[in-house]
């Protein structure tokens, strides 16, 4: 075999997201689309807004030059104003065309600011549990990656982030509304994370950058609001994506925002927008740059996966599950009723119920569903869930059987 080496071994360790939604194709055709309870995937099931099909189709219909041509690396110049008025709006800070650089969604995104940041060795803290991705996209450019556990809230744990720093720190990520908790970082948590990194920074006299990552900054419940990192910090960079805004992941599109006043800003702008076109994206979709500049307002209606939300949690905590209740995004982190979290995810196989297990986050004890499916995937997939924790229950032996058993 004559692939990579580094690629190998990622193949062999291969996403145990993906390895469920595999086994969610072979139960679904021996069982039926309707008796298989999918939690497996975060693909977005509640439909992109009205708005997006009517920017599609006044899109398509214009008369525009070069309409599917090549767009400039950064992304078309009134994308890029609109997004960077938008949070100029919501921050108060001074955004221009300039700090925006438009991507192939928060993954592309992802890439193209690591890319343009690490040399081979540097470290990148990431909060456990984390997206699945993140590991690749890190060792994608030879950086290091430094694990950090959340506290028992998911909150990030200051004190250890501090502890893990050091002269190779090149960045921390972030993810909040938080794939896979729904945890929301509060005002406070970033306000003191911001003091870290910049205490650390004049230590150490070199920058740390803070990336957050953001794909459900709108997709919050209970008028919970995300705070803002540019606000708090100004080495930071946004990874956001309309992937879940808008419900299009497979369309690809994203952008990334940069400080005004961050570290060397022009000349990160220069190397995010070369990363751009020399890790192959070229530019961010041309169709869909020209659709987002007018939906810069516009995202699915939240509360459908609100309810799901409450579907949900109400029926796992009643069969005796426990979990903290997501504050947004739609995944749901439930502790595993057994120490095993493989075993217990197998034990749920049986009752026709893919969920992830923790483990494939870096957090064992624990496993992930994806309620972004049906109401009527959730509903019935209660009983199962209920049975599942029935099962590993202590058995009570009755006093014949105690007696009988001690004879
Ligand atoms: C936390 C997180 N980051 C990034 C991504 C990638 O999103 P995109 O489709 O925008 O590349 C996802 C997708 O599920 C995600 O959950």
Redesign the pocket.
């Known amino acids: 075999m004559s692939i990579s080496k580094k690629i190998k071994a990622s193949l062999s360790g291969s996403s145990m997201i993906r390895k469920m939604f595999e086994e969610g194709i072979a139960l679904k055709k021996k069982h039926g689309e309707d008796k298989v309870y999918d939690f497996s995937l975060?693909n977005p099931n509640v439909d992109h807004p009205e708005a997006f099909k009517r920017e599609l189709i006044k899109v398509a219909d214009q008369e525009i030059k070069l309409k599917h041509g090549y767009t400039p690396n950064a992304g078309y110049p009134e994308t890029r104003l609109a997004v960077a008025r938008k949070i100029s709006r919501t921050t108060g800070l001074k955004m221009t065309a300039d700090h925006i650089v438009m991507s192939c969604?928060?993954?592309?995104a992802l890439n193209v600011i690591l890319k343009a940041l690490l040399d081979p060795g540097d470290e990148v803290i990431i909060l456990t549990p984390f997206?699945v991705e993140y590991p690749f996209y890190i060792e994608n450019y030879d950086g290091v990656v430094k694990y950090v556990s959340t506290r028992p809230d998911f909150s990030p744990d200051i004190a250890a982030i501090g502890r893990a720093i050091t002269r190779k720190t090149k960045a921390v990520i972030i993810?909040s509304p938080n794939?896979p908790t729904g945890k929301v970082y509060s005002q406070k948590s970033i306000k003191d994370l911001a003091r870290l990194f910049r205490k650390k920074g004049r230590e150490r006299k070199r920058p740390i950058y803070l990336i957050a990552?953001e794909?459900y900054s709108e997709i919050v419940f209970d008028g919970v609001k995300v705070p803002s990192i540019l606000k708090a910090y100004s080495n930071s960079i946004i990874a956001y994506?309309y992937?879940k805004t808008l419900s299009l992941?497979g369309e690809r599109i994203?952008y990334i925002a940069v400080h005004p006043r961050i570290h060397e800003a022009d000349d990160l702008m220069a190397a995010l927008i070369l990363c751009t076109r020399i890790l192959g994206f070229v530019n961010a979709p041309a169709l869909m740059q020209r659709i987002v500049t007018h939906l810069q307002n516009v995202s699915v209606d939240v509360k459908i996966y609100q309810k799901k939300r409450d579907l949900l949690c109400g029926g796992l905590a009643a069969a005796g599950y426990e979990f903290a209740r997501p504050e947004g995004a739609f995944y749901l982190f439930v502790k595993s009723p057994i120490p095993d979290d493989a075993a217990f995810v197998h034990r749920l196989l049986q009752e026709n119920i893919l969920v992830v297990p923790g483990r494939g986050f870096g957090c064992p004890g624990y496993f992930r569903i994806a309620f972004c499916v049906e109401d009527s995937t959730i509903v019935n997939s209660l009983e199962g869930f209920a049975r599942a924790i029935q099962d590993c229950r202590p058995k009570k032996v009755s006093r014949r059987a105690r007696l009988g058993s001690s004879a």
Do not use: L
């Open positions: 975060g969604g928060a993954g592309g997206f993810n794939n990552d794909p994506s992937s992941p994203g």
